[in-house]
């Protein structure tokens, strides 16, 4: 089955730093793969995909990159903000199925 | 806005009582999942629906049952609750794929602690 790791369960950057959080996948044909945010006490929610026929997705202040050689997902977030503090997890679709593997998630912790 | 709703999103039961947490979607979603979520572990699969009275186990389905009589509601049951059940528990739904990938949407969470 599919395996998702996160490199660092914690990362701390100042407001206005570029953030990146990586995940890593084990199965290659894996081709959906997704990130989201949650906040404490709340659900997580939805931030950008990404299917496995494109390298990069950008949204707003947000870009997902996907390296399939070395099985690994990133996710950049630009002049991080403190509304940006919460756990972000990516997750991968299992192939044959709709369900998804989570990574362990990274908190992000930005000061001021 | 996909909107699911979780119930209850705090409870408490004692050891041995039968526990239901329902969830309801209103986007006519095929796909429902129930997850778990503990420290250290992150989100882990407990049951899946793809249809109406359908259901599939997870990665973690010992102790748990589920029911989907409509559509729109998936239930989680605990039918003899544990300590070691006590998490939060995460409904989710998605349009049916294919296998395509479609955005899966979450619920609030229910704060389950088991006495």
């Known amino acids: 089955g599919e395996s998702v790791g996160l490199h660092l369960p914690t990362l701390s950057v100042q407001e206005g730093d570029n953030s990146i959080i990586n995940c890593a996948y084990s199965?290659?044909?894996?081709?959906?793969f997704i990130w989201y945010k949650q906040e404490s006490g709340k659900g997580p929610q939805f931030i950008i995909d990404i299917r496995s026929n494109m390298d990069k997705r950008q949204g707003q202040r947000v870009t997902v990159l996907l390296n399939k050689t070395v099985k690994h997902l990133s996710l950049q977030i630009a002049a991080t903000q403190p509304g940006d503090s919460a756990v972000y997890f990516c997750a991968v679709l299992n192939s044959g199925y709709s369900t998804l593997t989570f990574g362990k998630g990274t908190m992000l912790l930005v000061s001021p | 806005d996909v909107k699911v709703t979780q119930s209850s999103r705090y409870l408490v039961k004692r050891t041995g009582e039968k526990v239901f947490l329902e969830c309801v979607q209103d986007?006519?979603?095929?796909?429902m999942f129930w997850y778990r979520q503990d420290p250290g572990l992150g989100l882990r699969l407990i049951y899946f629906?793809?249809?109406?009275?359908?259901?599939e186990k997870g990665d973690i389905p010992e102790g748990y049952s589920v029911s989907r009589e409509k559509k729109e509601r998936f239930s989680l049951i605990l039918e003899s609750a544990s300590t070691n059940q006590t998490s939060m528990y995460l409904c989710a739904s998605t349009l049916w794929t294919g296998g395509s990938g479609n955005t899966i949407y979450f619920g609030e969470g229910s704060w389950l602690t088991v006495v």
């Open positions: 986007m006519d979603h095929e796909n």
């Open positions: 199965n290659s044909a894996s081709d959906y």
């Open positions: 629906s793809y249809d109406v009275k359908m259901k």
